[in-house]
């Protein structure tokens, strides 16, 4: 017979910041990996074992063998926005509540997107090693020349949080904002923008930024035909899924100058990069760090944990994704 009085048993499958380690054995037997590299599967499963919820990061692929051989799982608690790499059928299925972090992560998100969007247009990352290398012997008049931004045309491809987030920032630098989501028909109150179709976006946009989630019809939605049709003078950015850009033909496209240049802050096959951009001047690379601040990750944390301890006690978590799994528990 189960006791009553026993704490939920609640494994994080990689470390966290010590306030939301704190806050989850406050309330609950806690089994952390603490390791350099993620749990595989197998060692996945096992450490599941008689545990009733999972904080889990993006790294962890919980899919359906995973959820079945977890017999006592309740709560997949994803330290991100995206889900991706959980299979939320199927944990429904199985009256899984899957959780992610959203809203706490969108200012910081946004304010890379822009760092990436200013980094590529004035070559920031190229000038940099200039320096280092010490190459700058003295002043040059037509050395790194880059794009302006102020008064540009930003193209914002998916206008939920974190791309509407981005476009208010445009306002600042007197720009023309353009988006593309069918989801949003016309722009948020306060909210200086144009919707329009992704072949006009790209056409006329200065600035590409992408902020869709990834789904079967935006995986390389930005292919070799869109990045013809964007500007020789375009940027682009993603911030939000590597699928949804091909990057084998971004990195033709750089190359071979269809468009100036790009910021990436996530790959195709991370944490693997197309070869073809790793030597390329003209892309910054960021090792997918868009919330990566001290402040945004240990809120992220804290609110995966708040996800997790709620469902074991009982409670509505603050995000869940699936909240129809509660019907099926």
């Excluded at 090693?129 to 998916?158: A, C, N, P, S």
């Amino acid at each position: 017979m189960t006791d009553p009085t026993a704490r939920p048993a609640m494994l994080i499958s990689r470390a966290l910041p010590d306030p939301a380690i704190e806050a989850a054995r406050a309330r609950a037997d806690v089994l952390v990996h603490t390791g350099d590299r993620p749990l595989t599967k197998a060692e996945l499963v096992d450490r599941l074992q008689g545990r009733h919820g999972l904080v889990c990061q993006i790294t962890d692929t919980v899919d359906a063998e995973v959820l079945a051989a977890a017999r006592d799982l309740r709560v997949v608690a994803n330290v991100a926005v995206g889900y991706n790499n959980v299979d939320v059928a199927a944990a429904t299925r199985r009256g899984v509540l899957v959780t992610n972090t959203p809203d706490v992560l969108t200012e910081t998100t946004a304010d890379f997107a822009w760092a990436l969007l200013m980094a590529a247009a004035r070559r920031v990352v190229e000038a940099d090693r200039y320096v280092r290398d010490g190459r700058f012997t003295q002043w040059e008049y037509m050395v790194f020349l880059g794009g302006d931004v102020h008064g540009k045309t930003l193209g914002v491809i998916g206008l939920g949080r974190i791309g509407r987030a981005v476009a208010r920032r445009a306002a600042g630098f007197d720009m023309r904002v353009l988006y593309c989501d069918a989801a949003v028909p016309s722009p948020p109150a306060g909210l200086a923008a144009t919707p329009t179709d992704l072949s006009t976006l790209l056409r006329e946009s200065d600035f590409v930024t992408v902020h869709t989630p990834l789904l079967p019809e935006t995986r390389h939605l930005i292919d070799a035909a869109a990045l013809r049709s964007m500007k020789r003078t375009a940027y682009l950015v993603n911030a939000s899924r590597g699928p949804v850009v091909d990057e084998a033909a971004l990195a033709r496209a750089l190359a071979e100058g269809w468009i100036a240049g790009a910021g990436l802050d996530v790959y195709e096959n991370e944490p693997a990069v197309h070869p073809g951009l790793i030597g390329l001047p003209n892309v910054v690379l960021a090792p997918h760090i868009g919330s990566g601040s001290h402040d945004t990750r240990i809120r992220m944390a804290m609110l995966a944990v708040d996800n997790c301890l709620a469902v074991l006690e009982g409670r509505t978590p603050p995000s869940p994704v699936n909240p129809e799994a509660l019907k099926t528990r």
